[in-house]
């Protein structure tokens, strides 16, 4: 049992495996509730940069600190820690029919804020198969308008061309369709709001 829970600061565990000999528990947003919790931060108000990547180093750093653990965050680096593969192995998160990954909670709107480091081996938590196996109609597949993801990789400059115009402005204002149609994504309870958020920072990069 983790104390404090992760949901008191609106995260939660999106994964736990074990790499040599410590335990990794994997931390993403719980929703519905994480964006009003970060959009009333102090990060988010400063006009600073990263506010999200600020926010998430205090609180998960908070949490790392109670659990007597070591915070790790995706922008560490270089080495970056490897989060994508940390995912896959934790039987939670797996390649999608677009090539993203995909998480049995968050469908493709999975997002790792960071993770915790704890000396030991935990018990892992009981984990089931891709929810994409039972989805009929995959409707991510067909749903980008500029055919920018599949299986092949990702087309990022298409991506960011489509942003660009105004049939574009859907994906950069409500967040990636082929995310949204998702049924697992669509039930995840994540605000537009948010989705913009990350859309435009992407675009800007």
């Known amino acids: 049992m983790l104390d404090p829970t992760p949901e008191s600061a609106q995260l939660e565990v999106f994964g736990i495996l074990h790499d040599a000999g410590d335990t990794i528990v994997l931390l993403g947003p719980h929703e519905p ?6 959009s009333a931060s102090p990060e988010y108000l400063d006009d600073a940069p990263d506010p999200l990547d600020r926010w998430s180093k205090r609180v998960i750093g908070a949490l790392a600190a109670a659990w007597g653990g070591m915070a790790v965050f995706p922008s560490d680096g270089p080495p970056y820690p490897p989060f994508l593969a940390w995912a896959q192995a934790s039987g939670r998160a797996w390649s999608s029919p677009v090539g993203m990954l ?3 909670r968050a469908g493709l709107m999975v997002s790792y804020r960071g993770a915790v ?3 030991g081996v935990m018990n892992l938590l009981e ?4 929810p994409c196996t039972d ?13 920018a993801l599949s299986p092949r990789g990702y087309d990022v400059a298409t991506c960011h061309a489509h942003l660009d115009t105004s049939e574009g402005q859907n ?7 082929a995310r ?4 697992l994504s669509a039930s995840y309870g994540r605000l537009p709001v948010q989705s913009e958020f990350h859309m ?3 675009h800007q990069t």
Not at 127 to 130: E, K, L, N, R, S
Not at 135 to 147: F, L, Y
């Open 127 to 130: 984990t089931g198969g891709i």
């Open 33 to 38: 509730g994480f964006w009003a919790e970060f």
């Open 200 to 202: 435009k920072a992407f």
């Open 180 to 183: 949204r149609a998702c049924p």
């Open 135 to 147: 989805c009929a109609d995959t409707p991510c597949r067909t749903a980008c308008p500029v055919d």
């Open 171 to 177: 994906c950069l204002t409500q967040g990636c369709v």
């Open 102 to 104: 995909v998480h049995d």
């Open 117 to 119: 480091r704890l000396a």
